[in-house]
């Protein structure tokens, strides 16, 4: 897939700030979309997901957003803590609904 | 502890060397996926089970490369004359059944090939 290697986006923010990151897919015909934390070392996450027949969901504070004209996807957190800093990665289901194809992934760093 | 949990977790290799990595799901978790990630990058698809049958292989799964889930529970994942551009983490993931899509993945294989 795309990816810019190792220089990711990075977005920072302070602690207790409300963080949104963006995520552009490609196909117009996935269903199905999650958003994963990744921590140095360690497997994804799972955070949150969403159908492609609903265009936000909310979780324990975090909500996507999907926006299906625009093929985009939004992961927001809302007060976030030292604890949230890691890479996040939007993926989208493979119309088959077997694999998943993964974005190029957005470091969080957060201050405190 | 009932993740999906990945044996070694890591593994330093010379090349031309085989390995073999182990994987087991969360039970009764129906499907089961390998992935590879390399440095700054989401993880690729390599290829997954249903149950015993693996259904799906990625063009990136060379004949090196080769899988197995013999019983429909863990998975191995074995890699012939390991190359340089092995080296990554390579990453299980299991999900409950066809039609849940929610993926959980374990902890990953670093493989280092010198």
């Known amino acids: 897939g795309e990816s810019v290697g190792l220089h990711l986006p990075t977005l920072s923010v302070q602690e207790g700030d409300n963080s949104i990151i963006n995520c552009a897919y490609s196909?117009?015909?996935?269903?199905?979309f999650i958003w994963y934390k990744q921590e140095s070392g360690k497997g994804p996450q799972f955070i949150i997901d969403?159908?492609?027949?609903?265009d936000k969901r909310q979780g324990q504070r975090v909500t996507v957003l999907l926006n299906k004209t625009v093929k985009h996807l939004s992961l927001q957190i809302a007060a976030t803590q030292p604890g949230d800093s890691a890479v996040y990665f939007c993926?989208?289901?493979?119309?088959?609904?077997?694999?998943?194809?993964f974005g190029a992934g957005t470091i969080l760093r957060v201050k405190s | 502890d009932t993740g999906v949990s990945q044996d070694p977790r890591h593994k330093i290799t010379k090349r031309g060397q085989n390995v073999t990595f182990r994987c087991d799901p969360i039970?009764?978790?129906?499907?089961l996926y390998w992935y590879r990630q390399t440095l700054g990058q989401g993880p690729e698809f390599l290829t997954y089970?249903?149950?015993?049958?693996?259904?799906?292989k990625s063009r990136l799964l060379s004949d090196r490369f080769s899988a197995e889930r013999p019983k429909g529970s863990f998975s191995t994942l074995e890699i012939q004359r390991t190359e340089q551009g092995d080296s990554a983490m390579y990453l299980c993931?299991?999900?409950?059944?066809?039609?849940?899509?929610?993926?959980?993945f374990g902890p990953g294989t670093r493989l280092t090939v010198t």
């Open positions: 993931a299991s999900s409950p059944a066809p039609g849940s899509y929610e993926q959980y």
């Open positions: 039970s009764e978790h129906n499907r």
């Open positions: 969403i159908r492609s027949n609903m």
């Open positions: 993926a989208e289901m493979g119309e088959y609904g077997n694999k998943l194809v």
């Open positions: 089970f249903q149950n015993e049958a693996q259904l799906e």
């Open positions: 196909n117009s015909a996935s269903d199905y």
